[in-house]
């Protein structure tokens, strides 16, 4: 069963609309209505997934840099420079 916004249906209605025409358009804008909620909860999701997505690069940078110290660090010994 399609649910339809009752407030345009009423106004459609009121306005003089038929029945037919005031329930399509009442059914449509209740269908954008959920349409636009979906894209907005796809939209939220790839923004957390983005967000995760930098902030792990970031850490993999970090752990990275700090092998490379380490790295350094031993060699430096084992050449007699530290």
């Given amino acids: 069963m399609t649910t339809i916004n009752s407030e345009v249906y009423l106004a459609l209605k009121e306005a003089g609309a038929s029945e037919e025409k005031a329930q399509a358009a009442a059914e449509s804008v209740n269908s954008e209505g959920a349409r636009l909620d ?45």
């Fill in 38 to 82: 979906r894209i907005e909860t796809d939209i939220k999701w790839l923004r957390w997934l983005m967000i995760t997505g930098f902030t792990l690069t970031l850490a993999g940078f970090s752990v990275i840099g700090n092998m490379l110290l380490k790295l350094t660090e031993m060699v430096a010994k084992i050449g007699g420079l530290g």
